[in-house]
Structure formats: C-alpha cells, structure tokens
C-alpha cells in the first residue's frame, strides 16, 4: 500500500476524545502496527534493560569485547519505571563525548514537569491527537499569514517547541526531541555543504529519505533545516532538495501531514504509506517513487529493521560514495549488529563513523545515542 493520495486533502484532524481510555498505558505497537485486528489493546509494562557502569567507545579496541562496548547502557535508575524524571543527576565531573548528552539545569524551558506515569514508554491513547491540539492552540496566539521561506521556517521552528513542550509537560512520546535534533541538523549540514562542493555533471537534487514519520517531527527538522540552509545563501548556485518520510500507520501520517501542513512545509516533504511487513523499502522508493539515491538517510522506525533495510538500500545502490546516514536510538535499544556493521565498514575505510551519545529524548537519565555515518566509498556487497 502507498501514500494514499486522499490524505492530501487541506482537513484538519479533530477526532473525538477517547472513551474511557486516556490513562492507560498501551503499547505502540499494539495502537498502531496492527490497526486494523480486531484483537483488543494490550498493556504492556516497560520492558526491564541491564544497566552499566563502562563508558560506550566510538569503537570497540577488540572484537572480544565488541558486544559490550559498542551499546553498554548507563542509568542510576535502570528501566523499570517510567519515573525518568525521578532519577538522580549524573554525579558532578562526569563526562561525555557530547556536549549535548547533558541539559542545562538552570534551562527552565527543559525542565520535566509531566506526571510520573507519563513518563518514558508510557503510551496514551490518542496522545498524537491531544499534541495536535496543543499544537494548534499554541500557534493561535502568534499565527502568521505571510508567505515566504523566512515564514516557514519560524513557523516549523515554533511547532517543533511546542511538541517539545507538550512532552515535557504532558505526555512521554517518541520525537527525536530538540537534542538530537540539534546534532542531526548540524550532520545535516555537512551533508548538504559536501553535496554543494562535489563537482558533477547533472547534478540531481538532494535526496532526503526519513525512515519512520510517526508525528512528522524528524522529517520536520530536515525541512526546516534545508530551508535555512537556502535562507543562508540567497546568491549562492541553486539548491533543490526533497524530503520522503515513510510510515506504517495512516492515523500517525494523518497527523503529520497536519504537522506539514501548519508548517507550510507539505512542499517538501513527501509521505509515504507503506504496507507493513509485505514490501521491499528499495524497490517501494525506487519504483513506486522513482528515487535512484539518497544523500541523507535518518533511520528511527522499526529498530529490528535498520541493518536489515539499510543493507537492502545498499544493495539497491541506494545508499553509495557522499551518502550520510544517521541511526537514532543505537544506544538505548542494544543496536550492536548495526553498529558491527558499520564497524566492519570502517575499518574497511568504506565510512566513517561515530557515536553521538546523548540522554534518551525527553528523560533526564536514560542513555541513548545516534550513530553518524558518512560513507567515503560504494559498499561492496
């Protein structure tokens, strides 16, 4: 199934509130990946992860030791509460290989101020919906009609603090979050400025491709940035690029193409609707959608699929030479065959790699980190 063209229709998602059903706790999977069973939701507690002390290396100095090394988790708490904003601070003099793993105190913008059980793998029913609403609300108060690229990106800028905010104070949810979001933009740009400096013939437009919509948030945070980065360089030599943004569930994509559309950014970004389990991500994007490559890929949807659907993009010659790629969540959910991957391709000098670590989004004591890689040569494969 693909992106189903009625979804383009300029409407307003309002649906009803939800019976009875606002303060359970519901899988993510059980609300959205299997939509249309008719077996009942399933609560789901969070699921218990091992905790460690060892610091996570760019690279492991053996391959003994690759397993423990490359995704150790590091919490006070562990993870068998949702009461991440109860845990204690890192103590004072430790340190991180990024500045951004650590939120400043004093940032009363950042604090956490939600109910506990609200918290980190919490799920409320219609929870998308409830931040669409705030969303609304919030831009109604300084909501600008002027056209313009200028506009557009204050406008995606404003929507990204607002989600930013309702996680923080409402509901736990699974954006990327204003920290990661700082250093896949930073990656980006140098993307984007390694792309403008490439000399060939024909050059074709820069290629996006956001593996995992849900809300519209990441996709939302390349467009915004791609869009200033044309902002910054009016006189410079023209810059076209396109954003494609795949999801499983068309209730997550009504909601984020709702997102684009109070953006002003459905221009740039493209959904795509994708049937669950019965495709071929290469073969969707390069038939069905015409993409011959990518030079950005944000990988953040199934995590049982990154090393499974990037070898098929590799495959497919998708992702070649000047590809950038960026893996969320590689620390906290255990990626260690991702990152054997990408670890046997550096030391075959196909990539280059590292590790961003940083807090899980929206948690003030969860370990997480993204995998940042820029492919120097075609994978052989």
């Known amino acids: 199934m693909l992106f189903d063209k009625s979804l383009d229709e300029d409407i307003m998602i309002v649906p009803k509130q939800p019976e009875q059903l606002s303060c359970q706790k519901v899988s993510y999977s059980d609300l959205y990946c299997h939509e249309d069973d008719d077996k009942p939701l399933q609560v789901h507690a969070p699921s218990s992860v091992s905790s460690s002390t060892s610091s996570i290396s760019k690279f492991p100095s053996t391959k003994d030791d690759n397993k423990a090394s490359l995704a150790s988790f590091d919490s006070a708490c562990g993870f068998d509460t949702v009461k991440d904003e109860q845990c204690p601070t890192p103590p004072s003099g430790s340190t991180?290989?990024?500045?951004?793993?650590?939120?400043?105190?004093?940032?009363?913008?950042?604090?956490?101020?939600?109910?506990?059980?609200?918290?980190?793998?919490?799920?409320?029913?219609?929870?998308?919906?409830?931040?669409?609403?705030?969303?609304?609300?919030?831009?109604?108060?300084?909501?600008?009609?002027?056209?313009?690229?200028?506009?557009?990106?204050?406008?995606?800028?404003?929507i990204l603090r607002s989600i930013d905010e309702y996680c923080r104070k409402e509901q736990w949810m699974y954006h990327v979050g204003n920290l990661k979001a700082r250093a896949i933009k930073r990656f980006l740009r140098q993307a984007v400025e390694s792309y403008m400096t490439r000399e060939e013939e024909g050059k074709k437009k820069f290629v996006c491709v956001d593996l995992g919509t849900y809300c519209g948030y990441s996709a939302l945070v390349l467009a915004s940035t791609l869009c200033q980065f044309v902002a910054d360089q009016p006189d410079s030599q023209p810059f076209e690029f396109q954003i494609y943004t795949t999801e499983i569930s068309s209730k997550l994509l009504n909601v984020a193409q709702s997102i684009f559309r109070i953006a002003k950014m459905e221009t740039y970004i493209k959904p795509i609707l994708i049937n669950d389990g019965e495709h071929v991500l290469s073969r969707v994007l390069k038939e069905d959608h015409g993409i011959d490559h990518i030079d950005f890929l944000l990988l953040d949807h199934a995590k049982h699929l990154y090393l499974l659907d990037l070898q098929d993009l590799e495959g497919a010659k998708l992702i070649k030479a000047n590809s950038y790629v960026s893996a969320d969540n590689v620390v906290f959910n255990h990626l260690d065959a991702y990152r054997d991957h990408m670890h046997t391709l550096h030391y075959k000098g196909v990539v280059e790699s590292r590790l961003e670590e940083m807090n899980l989004e929206y948690s003030n004591n969860l370990k997480d980190g993204i995998e940042m890689t820029k492919y120097r040569k075609d994978p052989r494969v």
């Open 96 to 158: 991180s290989a990024n500045p951004l793993s650590s939120v400043n105190s004093h940032d009363s913008s950042a604090a956490i101020t939600r109910d506990p059980h609200k918290g980190a793998f919490t799920f409320q029913v219609h929870a998308e919906y409830d931040m669409l609403l705030h969303v609304q609300k919030s831009l109604d108060n300084h909501c600008a009609t002027s056209a313009g690229i200028s506009n557009n990106i204050a406008s995606a800028n404003s």
